[in-house]
């Protein structure tokens, strides 16, 4: 018996690595393609994700060195604390992850704990419904960019927003039983240094820097998943999937395919269901809600990346962004 959990630890302990290899691999035999995966992923990064994104997190990051945070605690914490059961703070959190779109609800969670404004058990449950996408990529990039039409993509927006409420409201409860031993102990003073004419070169610098490390750090996972997706789409790897596993369960190839696309990463997965002709037009809404709604794998481990430091689990995420995508999918479905 010994034996074989030693047997077992060791395959466990070689998965990654053999991953990482097989990545490796794929980049030599894939080379060419990968290359054009790379600069379009770039491309995208610096044209689209930089200047839309870098602008709101030294904006974020300026914020909270300002009375704005404690203020919204004060104001807010009598609607945010019986209906999600968080400090009201994370309002602060809610409402610019909303506005500004993925990951900065998730930069601003970590924030919160790192400030102690919020405990452990509190922010992991803000952080499973206060990331969200953002109203440009909704309805520029979705509504108008692949629907071509600006009411499709507030039709969307409205479903995503409402399925990311509807995950905060259950995930309420979430830790109930841990929190008695966070209630107490996990709080101090938000912040040592304040925003004044005084020190405002220091904290903006700061700010900037750290906007550009996170900045970067998401230019980085853009990049790494156009190219997996090239070589999942060259390898023939998704079509292999979707024809023979998910087509078992009487999923149409062409719609597996687009939601195999979007689980690895939204934009794509996206594109693919605008573009799908033997689908109808209600039917594809409701998928894209639904892939909206969970993010992909790219986002989740931009969020990983960024929570990992501050110690706060990447679980209610992942399950909270999976409840999102169903009340989304959902949402859509009724109104449509």
């Given at each position: 018996?010994?034996k074989?959990?030693?047997?077992?630890?060791k395959?466990?302990?070689?998965?990654?690595p053999?991953?990482?290899?097989?990545?490796?691999?794929?980049?030599?035999?894939?080379?060419k393609?990968n290359?054009?995966?790379?600069?379009s992923?770039?491309?995208?990064w610096?044209?689209?994700?930089?200047p839309?994104?870098?602008?709101f997190?030294?904006?974020t990051?300026?914020l909270g060195?300002?009375?704005i945070?404690?203020l919204c605690?004060k104001?807010l914490?009598?609607?945010?604390?019986?209906?999600f059961n968080?400090?009201?703070?994370?309002a602060?959190?809610?409402l610019m992850?909303i506005?500004s779109?993925?990951?900065?609800?998730?930069k601003?969670?970590?924030?919160l704990?790192?400030?102690?404004l919020?405990?452990?058990?509190e922010?992991?449950?803000?952080?499973?419904?206060?990331?969200?996408s953002?109203p440009l990529?909704?309805?520029g990039?979705v509504?108008?960019?692949?629907?071509?039409d600006?009411?499709?993509?507030l039709i969307?927006?409205?479903?995503?927003i409402?399925a990311?409420?509807?995950?905060?409201f259950?995930?309420?409860?979430?830790?109930?039983?841990?929190?008695?031993y966070?209630?107490?102990?996990?709080?101090?003073?938000a912040n040592d240094?304040s925003l004044s004419f005084?020190?405002l070169?220091?904290?903006l610098?700061?700010?900037i820097?750290s906007s550009?490390?996170t900045?970067?750090m998401?230019?980085?996972f853009v990049v790494?998943f156009?190219i997996?997706?090239?070589?999942?789409n060259?390898?023939q790897?998704?079509?292999?999937?979707?024809s023979?596993?998910?087509?078992?369960?009487?999923?149409?190839?062409a719609?597996?395919?687009s939601?195999l696309?979007?689980?690895?990463?939204?934009?794509?997965?996206l594109?693919?269901i605008?573009?799908?002709?033997?689908?109808?037009?209600?039917?594809?809404?409701v998928?894209?809600?639904?892939?909206l709604?969970f993010g992909g794998?790219?986002?989740l481990?931009?969020?990983?990346s960024i929570?990992?430091?501050?110690?706060?689990s990447?679980?209610p995420?992942?399950?909270?962004k999976?409840?999102q995508?169903?009340?989304?999918?959902?949402?859509t479905?009724?109104i449509?």
């Amino acid at each position: 018996m010994g034996k074989f959990k030693f047997f077992v630890f060791k395959i466990r302990s070689l998965i990654l690595p053999g991953f990482i290899c097989l990545f490796i691999l794929f980049l030599l035999v894939f080379s060419k393609n990968n290359l054009i995966a790379a600069k379009s992923g770039l491309s995208l990064w610096a044209n689209s994700v930089l200047p839309s994104l870098l602008p709101f997190f030294i904006a974020t990051e300026l914020l909270g060195y300002t009375n704005i945070v404690p203020l919204c605690g004060k104001l807010l914490n009598k609607l945010m604390r019986p209906i999600f059961n968080v400090p009201g703070e994370g309002a602060f959190a809610l409402l610019m992850g909303i506005i500004s779109g993925y990951p900065v609800g998730a930069k601003i969670v970590a924030n919160l704990k790192e400030q102690k404004l919020c405990n452990s058990i509190e922010a992991e449950r803000l952080l499973s419904f206060t990331n969200n996408s953002g109203p440009l990529f909704i309805v520029g990039t979705v509504g108008i960019g692949l629907f071509f039409d600006s009411s499709i993509g507030l039709i969307l927006f409205f479903t995503h927003i409402l399925a990311c409420l509807s995950t905060g409201f259950l995930f309420r409860w979430w830790g109930k039983s841990k929190e008695k031993y966070y209630r107490n102990s996990d709080y101090s003073i938000a912040n040592d240094s304040s925003l004044s004419f005084a020190n405002l070169g220091e904290v903006l610098s700061k700010s900037i820097i750290s906007s550009i490390n996170t900045i970067l750090m998401i230019g980085g996972f853009v990049v790494l998943f156009s190219i997996i997706i090239s070589m999942l789409n060259t390898s023939q790897f998704l079509h292999i999937v979707s024809s023979h596993f998910l087509a078992f369960f009487g999923i149409p190839e062409a719609l597996s395919l687009s939601l195999l696309t979007g689980f690895v990463e939204v934009t794509n997965g996206l594109s693919f269901i605008a573009s799908l002709g033997s689908v109808s037009f209600s039917f594809k809404l409701v998928v894209a809600s639904f892939v909206l709604g969970f993010g992909g794998f790219s986002v989740l481990l931009q969020v990983l990346s960024i929570t990992s430091k501050a110690k706060i689990s990447i679980k209610p995420y992942f399950i909270g962004k999976l409840l999102q995508a169903c009340f989304a999918a959902f949402y859509t479905y009724l109104i449509i």
